[in-house]
């Protein structure tokens, strides 16, 4: 929370609505998990490896 910039802007916010510590950090955890999992099972185009069943003449 302290060297990233929008996860300080982040907690600036949910501290100013009047949220708790423990519950900013809860609700961050649930938003960098996303973050993760999104990246993660997302395939970029240059990794997409197109199957072509006609051999090479």
Avoid: W
């Avoid at 009047?18 to 809860?26: A, T």
């Avoid at 973050?35 to 197109?50: G, K, M, W």
């Amino acid at each position: 929370m302290r060297f990233d910039g929008r996860t300080g802007a982040y907690v600036e916010r949910r501290a100013k609505a009047g949220r708790f510590k423990k519950d900013i950090i809860r609700c961050h955890k649930r938003i960098v998990a996303c973050e993760v999992h999104r990246a993660l099972t997302s395939t970029p185009a240059t990794h997409i490896i197109q199957n072509n069943p006609a051999p090479a003449v």
